[in-house]
Structures are given as structure tokens and as C-alpha cells.
């Protein structure tokens, strides 16, 4: 999952405002206002046709467009489930964002529906795509991207095991130390001091010249 595009940054609101007839209707999944406008959301950066039936957003988080092509002119795309366009965002693309999504949130508690709802798709649909396209399934990914910022932060801070754990989205010390020694044969502290070994672990002052180690 490399050539991963930046996160578009979206300009200040021009479109239509977010009344509170048009707020009820998105919140109602009400198809009354569907073909009038739709609506997108800055945190997730896909846009809906107001009855969708994906999780509500909040409020300070959604954006109103008159149509399709304006909210796509600003970067954002169509949702795979109420396919505001007429057809929907491709797998491709749609698989390339969920990897980016896990990449800027893997710290926080994920589970298979906590990312479906946010990528606004079943869990299975959203499994078996992500599975078909990158050859690995959501929890593999999840687990790879937690290893490898656990790799870094054992490298370069001096946080604990325990800190490393839970900045890193692990619940607690022994399950991290478990799924790091399964992807990389290692448990975390022996990987710190091979790293340090190596001359690549800048937070101890290296003053003990003769130590063997
Ligand atoms: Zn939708």
C-alpha cells in the first residue's frame, strides 16, 4: 500500500448552509432532500446523499453541497454504500483511503466495525475488499501499521514498553509484546537493544566507551 495521495485539504464552506431541516433530514436518513443536495464529512473526507444510512456524523463535521461533482471539485468522495455520484468510489481507491485511514488512526481502540463505519460499508464488504486487494485482512494491516510505529518509538524515545504499548493503540503490555514478537521473532525490549546495539538508539549518551555488550 504505497503511492498513498496526500489528505486534500478542503477549503472554507461555499456551499449551501447546514439548516436544521436539512441537519433532521441527514440525521432521519429522511430521502426527502435526496437529489438536492448532499452532504460530506470533513473528518472522514466522503460525501452522502442525505438518507444514508451510515453512522451520523457530528455536526461541525459535515459540509452541504449542491451535488456531487461540487463536493468531489473539493477533494472529497463518494460513499460506497449510498453512492451519492451514481456510482460510488472504486475498491482501489476506496481500499487505498481505509489504509491511509488505519495509518493516521491505528493509536485509537479499532475494530472491524468501528473502521466499516467510518469507511461507511458493512464490516463483511469492507473485509473481504481490503482482503482481495492488498492480500491481507483490516486486523493484519492494523496489526503491521502498530508494529511498525511501536518499531519506531523503541528506536528512537525512551518510553517504556508499557508507553510504547499504549501509544500505539495495543491495550496492554503483554498482548503488545505477543503480537510484536509474532511479526518480528523479537520481544520489544530485545529489539531496543539490538538497536541500540547497532549505534541507532540516540536517546542514551553513548559515555561508556569500554562497555562490551
Ligand atoms: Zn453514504
Redesign the pocket.
Known amino acids: 500500500m504505497t503511492d498513498l495521495h496526500e489528505r486534500p485539504a478542503y477549503r472554507e464552506q461555499t456551499g449551501p448552509a447546514l439548516t436544521d431541516d436539512i441537519w433532521n433530514a441527514i440525521i432521519a436518513n429522511d430521502a426527502a432532500l435526496d437529489g438536492r443536495l448532499i452532504y460530506a464529512v470533513k473528518t472522514t473526507g ?1 460525501f ?2 442525505p438518507s ?1 444510512k ?1 453512522k451520523p456524523p457530528k455536526r461541525e463535521h459535515v459540509r452541504i453541497f449542491r451535488g456531487a461533482a461540487d463536493a468531489a471539485a473539493q477533494g472529497f468522495r463518494p ?1 460506497k ?2 453512492r ?1 455520484d451514481g456510482k460510488g468510489m472504486p475498491d482501489e481507491e476506496w481500499i487505498r483511503h481505509t489504509a491511509k485511514w488505519i495509518e493516521a488512526h491505528y493509536a485509537e481502540p479499532l475494530t472491524l466495525a468501528v473502521l466499516a463505519d467510518a469507511q ?1 460499508a458493512s464490516p463483511y464488504h469492507l473485509h473481504r475488499t481490503f482482503k482481495r486487494l492488498t492480500g491481507v485482512t483490516p486486523a493484519e494491516y492494523i496489526a503491521a501499521t502498530r508494529v511498525e510505529a511501536a518499531k519506531r518509538r523503541l528506536k528512537e524515545t525512551g518510553e517504556t514498553v508499557t508507553e510504547v504499548a499504549l501509544r500505539t493503540g495495543f491495550p496492554n503490555a503483554a498482548y503488545f509484546s505477543t503480537v510484536f514478537h509474532k511479526r518480528t521473532g523479537l520481544s520489544p525490549t530485545a529489539y531496543r537493544q539490538a538497536q541500540e546495539a547497532s549505534g541507532s538508539y540516540p536517546s542514551k549518551k553513548r559515555t561508556e566507551e569500554g562497555r562490551s555488550c
Do not use: V, W, Y
Open positions: 466522503i452522502c446523499r444514508c451510515s460513499c454504500r449510498c451519492p461507511h
